[in-house]
């Protein structure tokens, strides 16, 4: 697997989450998610602007993305691993696209794979409540179903190389998950879903507005 979850990337937020656990009765697994499930909502446009990452000198000569991931490295409060950026830097150095999605309790998101006209490396910034993320195997992969990743407030997810390009992602559409850890429906202790903000950062290739490759 090529993604960072809570344990690898944190970047915690002063505030306490706001969620409660509760304990539904007898629960069947969430279904994987489908196109026609209830759609997130978007409630902030998209914007195409520099973002440039910690750690890494955004106004030096362009240099290889490994001397920047050295430079990140060399920094402990950088919030982006040495790795991801070695493979994911633009030769600017920085992502240029940002998207900033809300959800609402309840909303989910059908399993996709980011469209093509990104470039490797995606970070996507979970803040305001926990919820479960589903990272799904390529089809005819006979790894497993699914792997949950708990994105907390603050938390910080990468994708790249194999599960940025091959590995779908969604969200259950429900208004609670299984407690950090937990995975069984019997017995498990559930978190309520808040009012959740994320932020995804991308680089665009330049030659992404001639790609038609869909997500």
Sequence with gaps: RDWAGPDEARSRTSSATMDQPVTPGRTAPAPRPTPTQKAHKRRVPTAKIPLATQGVDVDAPSASAS????AADDDDDAIFPREVLA??????????????????????????????????????????????????????????SSTPVWLRPGDVMFLSRAARWEWSHGIAARVADPAEGETGPEGASWVRRGCRTSVTLRAMREDGHELRVPA
């Design 67 to 70: 001397a920047s991931a050295s």
């Design 87 to 144: 493979r994911a830097l633009m030769p600017s150095g920085v992502f240029n696209q940002m998207i900033v999605n809300q959800y609402e309790p309840g909303e989910g998101l059908a399993p996709h794979v980011d469209l093509h006209a990104f470039a490797d490396g995606v970070a996507v910034v979970s803040l305001r409540s926990t919820v479960v993320m589903d990272m799904y195997p390529p089809r005819g992969s006979s790894c497993c």
